[in-house]
């Protein structure tokens, strides 16, 4: 079946960089996504990209997509204390009803 | 608009007892979906509706059942709760099952604890 894998906990200065990677072994996914989760609250989606892509940015984010490795990354620039949360991968393949695989998200704690 | 919200937040459970938790969303969506989330484990799917009237099984979907008899309600019963589902419930909608990319939307979570 479907996984999903990332590393459990990423530590940043604030004003860094944060890069958050995820793989992923389904290779009929088309759309992947990540989403943050605040300390108490669900889940919130930042951002998606589709498989054809390898590249989209908005504002902070950047999200890399290596199609060939089923390799994924969350770049978040000038990281702040308010990005503190857990990201969650996630993947759906195209058809069916839309099944979303989720990793087990990626812990940031951003050090002030 | 108040989206997705579940009752209760917070339950504390005796091993065998029964419990239903409600999932209500506003905003029409025809998909709804029951996740729980442990530690180390991301987020597992239990059940999920394509509709009113529907449902069907996830990946992790024994020791509990569910019902969708309108379409913006998507309840989650434990017949007989034992330790292991003590864990952090999530309900999720989405608007349209044609469109993979449009996002599901989460609510607040209801933290379950089995003793």
């Known amino acids: 079946g479907e996984d999903v894998e990332q590393s459990l906990f990423l530590s940043v200065r604030e004003g860094d960089s944060s890069v958050i990677n995820c793989t992923y072994t389904?290779?009929?996914?088309?759309?992947l996504y990540w989403y943050k989760q605040e300390p108490g609250a669900g889940l919130q989606l930042l951002t998606y990209?589709?498989?054809?892509?390898d590249m989209k940015q908005d504002q902070r984010l950047t999200v890399l997509l290596n199609k060939k490795d089923k390799h994924l990354s969350l770049r978040i620039a000038d990281t702040q204390t308010g990005d503190s949360a857990i990201y969650f991968c996630a993947e759906s393949p195209s058809g069916g009803y839309q099944k979303v695989t989720f990793g087990t998200g990626t812990k940031l704690q951003v050090i002030p | 608009n108040a989206g997705v919200t579940q009752t209760p937040k917070f339950r504390v459970l005796k091993t065998g007892q029964s419990m239903t938790l409600l999932c209500a969303q506003d905003m029409n969506h025809e998909y709804m979906y029951w996740y729980r989330q442990d530690p180390g484990m991301g987020l597992r799917l239990i059940h999920y509706?394509?509709?009113?009237?529907?449902?069907a099984k996830g990946e992790v979907p024994d020791g509990y059942n569910v019902s969708r008899l309108k379409k913006q309600n998507f309840l989650l019963g434990l017949e007989s709760a034992a330790p292991s589902q003590t864990s952090v419930y999530f309900c999720?909608?989405?608007?349209?099952?044609?469109?993979?990319?449009?996002?599901?939307?989460f609510g607040p979570g209801t933290r379950l604890t089995v003793t």
């Open positions: 509706s394509v509709g009113e009237g529907t449902t």
């Open positions: 990209i589709f498989s054809n892509m």
């Open positions: 999720a909608s989405k608007l349209s099952p044609r469109d993979p990319g449009l996002e599901q939307y």
């Open positions: 389904d290779s009929s996914s088309t759309y």
